[in-house]
Every structure is written in C-alpha cells, then in structure tokens.
T-cell receptor, first 114, second 113 residues
Framework: AQSVTQPDIHITVSEGASLELRCNYSYGATPYLFWYVQSPGQGLQLLLKYFSGDTLVQGIKGFEAEFKRSQSSFNLRKPSVHWSDAAEYFCAVGAYTGGFKTIFGAGTRLFVKA | DGGITQSPKYLFRKEGQNVTLSCEQNLNHDAMYWYRQDPGQGLRLIYYSQIVNDFQKGDIAEGYSVSREKKESFPLTVTSAQKNPTAFYLC????????????FGEGSRLTVL
C-alpha cells in the first residue's frame, strides 16, 4: 500500500544550524511530492512541491528538498534555521490509491533552541 | 484575498449531538476535501468532492456526512455515530486535480464534552 514515512517524530536544532527532515515514500511509480508546514492551531501551508524535472526543488522561506528515486526519499533541508521555523512539518505524496489522494506522513515537530 | 474560511474555529458539543463545520472557498477550485488531524497521526481523509453534487468517501468516513451543493461550499457534519469526534478538522481545496497540491483553511477544533 502507498505510504509516507517520516522517521523522526521531533527534532531539535540550534538557531543558525542546518536542518534536514527525512521523508520516505512507498509507491509504484514516481508520485507528486510535497512538504507542508503547520504552526500550532493553524492550517497547513505548502512549502514546496515536486512534479517532475530537476530533482532539487526550491520552496518558500529558504527551504529546499531533493527527490532521490533510488532511495524513495524526498528530504527537506534548510541551511540556517530561524526561531520562526519552529513548527510541524508534513511530507505528502499525491498518488492513485482507490482514487487519487494526497497521503500524509505523521509529521515531524521541529524545535529551535536559542 | 482568496482563501478558505472554516468556521467555527472552536466548537464544543455534548455527546449525542450532531454538529456541522462550515468550509467556504473563493479560489474557484473544483476539488474540496475534509481531513481529520489527531496528534501523532498526520492527516486522514474523511470525504472529498471533485465537482458540485458529487463526493466520495475517504479513509475514515464512518460517522460523518457532507454535501456539495455549491462550488464554494463543502460543509461537514459530525454525527452522533462518530465514536471519537474530538479532533482538529481541516478543510482543503485543490486547483489542479490529480496532483495532490492542496490549499488549507485554518481548521476547526471540535471537543466533545
């Protein structure tokens, strides 16, 4: 079955340090791939997306993600984290599974320490 | 500004009562979705609608109902048959069908007392 795995429930990084959030998916073909961010008590906002083409995609707020087909991964990165980046991050895939759906990972909570 | 409006933001309900959550969009999107969010479980799809007057069950539709009489509106009713309704509910819409790219509302938090 199609699935999305985010291995880290939470991550803590120091402000100014680099960040990498991991995402692995299970799908027979190349899916559409997304990262969303959610602040507490709010809706989700799209950070970036991959449909095809260049496997390194740029998003908003200085985030980027790299699609690696051989590893079925779509990891999110940021070179220097700001305190305002503290939030929950969701990886998602758009795939056919009994109809076309967006499947979400369980999320990774990012904490930023001063 | 275009967007998705969910109301109410907070709702309290007694057991045995039905409640309806509103979702309105002015993005001119055809597709609309309802998700349920519980801590540590990501988002789970309740119902979705690709066009007016048509909708499909998602992964956890039991105890919920929807309607899609207008393109802009996709209300969700949480019925008394839903055994564990306390959750955060998110409405979303999509401009590009069959891609999975979603625009979300701010959410509605339902608490059953």
């Amino acid at each position: 079955a199609q699935s999305v795995t985010q291995p880290d429930i939470h991550i803590t990084v120091s402000e100014g340090a680099s960040l990498e959030l991991r995402c692995n998916y299970s799908y027979g073909a190349t899916p559409y791939l997304f990262w969303y961010v959610q602040s507490p008590g709010q809706g989700l906002q799209l950070l970036l997306k991959y449909f095809s083409g260049d496997t390194l995609v740029q998003g908003i707020k200085g985030f980027e993600a790299e699609f690696k087909r051989s590893q079925s991964s779509f990891n999110l990165r940021k070179p220097s984290v700001h305190w305002s980046d503290a939030a929950e991050y969701f990886c998602a895939v758009g795939a056919y599974t009994g109809g076309f759906k967006t499947i979400f990972g369980a999320g990774t909570r990012l904490f930023v320490k001063a | 500004d275009g967007g998705i409006t969910q109301s109410p933001k907070y709702l309290f309900r007694k057991e045995g009562q039905n409640v309806t959550l509103s979702c309105e969009q002015n993005l001119n999107h055809d597709a609309m979705y309802w998700y349920r969010q519980d801590p540590g479980q990501g988002l789970r799809l309740i119902y979705y609608s690709q066009i007016v007057n048509d909708f499909q069950k998602g992964d956890i539709a039991e105890g919920y109902s929807v309607s899609r009489e207008k393109k802009e509106s996709f209300p969700l009713t949480v019925t008394s048959a839903q055994k564990n309704p306390t959750a955060f509910y998110l409405c979303a819409s999509s401009a590009r069908q069959f891609t999975g790219e979603l625009f979300f509302g701010e959410g509605s938090r339902l608490t059953v007392l």
